[in-house]
């Protein structure tokens, strides 16, 4: 019988779940470009531990030097380098959201009603609303063609929408940006 209480065991186990998300973050920092790898904060060591993986090949050898670079993240704190991720992938996350926007708006366009329009001219002021309705009502009959004929699968029109939405989407962000950029200088 072990003289080891139920906390020692929770704390073995609590470490060693450390040391597996320290290596775990040690392998994503192996996916890192060179120019992302030179924004984290680490260390000269880790950092030539981790541009050395690249001329491995070994699967073997690789495991090891993944252990290695693990043992490395052990002396590092990873507060900064989870904050560096999260600005790495933020934009990438942020465009594959209003990229996924636009497409179901764009489906709604195309199988809605003239609410939908009015919600995208809401959500998009400076939308032309002529050339807008012309496209959505384009790509109806497009669809309906699609739908008569089943060889023809042609979706010109619906990509003429979604290219107008994205426009519309980009000129709102900059604005965005801009007033943004222009409320933080004021308050310096």
Do not use: C
């Amino acid at each position: 019988m072990s003289n080891d209480t139920p906390s020692d065991e929770w704390s073995k186990t609590s470490q060693k779940q450390v040391m597996h998300d320290l290596q775990d973050l040690g392998v994503k920092l192996l996916g890192l470009n060179t120019k992302q790898l030179a924004q984290m904060p680490i260390d000269d060591v880790l950092r030539n531990a981790i541009q050395e993986t690249g001329r491995i090949k070994s699967r073997n050898a690789l495991k090891r030097h993944k252990q290695f670079i693990g043992k490395l993240m052990r002396d590092v704190d990873p507060a900064p380098i989870i904050e560096q991720f999260e600005i790495i992938e933020s934009p990438h996350q942020m465009l594959n959201k209003t990229f996924h926007h636009l497409e179901v708006l764009r489906d709604e366009l195309i199988s809605g009603g003239k609410d939908v329009i009015g919600n995208v001219i809401s959500e998009y002021p400076d939308i032309d609303k002529q050339k807008l309705r012309q496209l959505v009502k384009n790509a109806k009959k497009e669809k309906e063609h699609n739908l008569t004929h089943e060889t023809d699968t042609s979706n010109k029109q619906g990509r003429a929408l979604f290219r107008t939405l994205r426009e519309q989407a980009l000129e709102k962000a900059e604005m965005n940006k801009k007033l943004n950029d222009s409320e933080s200088k004021s308050q310096d």
